[in-house]
Structures are given as structure tokens and as C-alpha cells.
Nanobody
Framework: VQLVESGGGLVQFGGSLRLSCVVSGTIFDILSMGWYRQAPGKQRELVAS???????NYAESVKGRFTISRDNAKNTMYLQMNSLTPEGTAIYSCNLDPEPFKIRGRYYWGQGTQVTVSP
């Protein structure tokens, strides 16, 4: 399996970004997937998830501002992030929900994409 995240960058307070996650090496359209983030000095947290049928769920901190979606034909998942605040500064990664991919008994994560929100 391979997870490739992109779309991060530096954005000002209140700005928007759209992240993408391309999944290869597995059958994407049967998977429930999620976007996770890890801020400096904090544990990784799940911010949004989407089932194979398109049902979504969001962390309270991002509800109304973030939108998760998927294109099964492209093996790709997206995260539209609006009204960003400095608290959104983190490395964003995609993975299975609820439990990440495992390879040889160890959790596998892609490189992630850095999002930095300036005050």
C-alpha cells in the first residue's frame, strides 16, 4: 500500500486549502478512510472520516469548516479546509479509519503534508 498526501502549504488566518490523498496498492473503494493531523508536541488526532458509501464524520473542532470527500474512480480522498486558524497548523495525513494500515505488524503512514496557518 502507498499513501501520498499533497496540497499543504502556508496560509493566512481565515484562508483555505484543499488536501489530496492518493491511495495505491489496495482496493480503495471498499475502505473507510480518514484525515488525521499531528500538531507539534501533540498526539495525532482524527479530524474527519468517510465511509465507502460517503458517510462523513468530523471532529468538533473542524465541523462546519472542513469537508471530506472521495473519488473512488481516482483512488483519491480530499479535505477542503476553510476558515483556517493557527490551531490548524499540523502535519496532515490520510489513512484507514478506525485503524491505520499495518505492514509487517507496524502501522504505516505516508509522509503527510504540512499545513501552516499564520496569525
Amino acid at each position: 500500500v502507498q499513501l501520498v498526501e499533497s496540497g499543504g502549504g502556508l496560509v493566512q488566518f481565515g484562508g483555505s486549502l484543499r488536501l489530496s490523498c492518493v491511495v495505491s496498492g489496495t482496493i480503495f473503494d471498499i475502505l473507510s478512510m480518514g484525515w488525521y493531523r499531528q500538531a507539534p508536541g501533540k498526539q495525532r488526532e482524527l479530524v474527519a472520516s468517510i465511509t465507502r458509501s460517503g458517510m462523513t464524520n468530523y471532529a468538533e473542532s473542524v465541523k462546519g469548516r472542513f469537508t471530506i470527500s472521495r473519488d473512488n474512480a481516482k483512488n483519491t480522498m480530499y479535505l477542503q479546509m476553510n476558515s483556517l486558524t493557527p490551531e490548524g497548523t499540523a502535519i496532515y495525513s490520510c489513512n484507514l479509519d478506525p485503524e491505520p494500515f499495518k505492514i509487517r505488524g507496524r502501522y504505516y503512514w505516508g509522509q503527510g503534508t504540512q499545513v501552516t496557518v499564520s496569525p
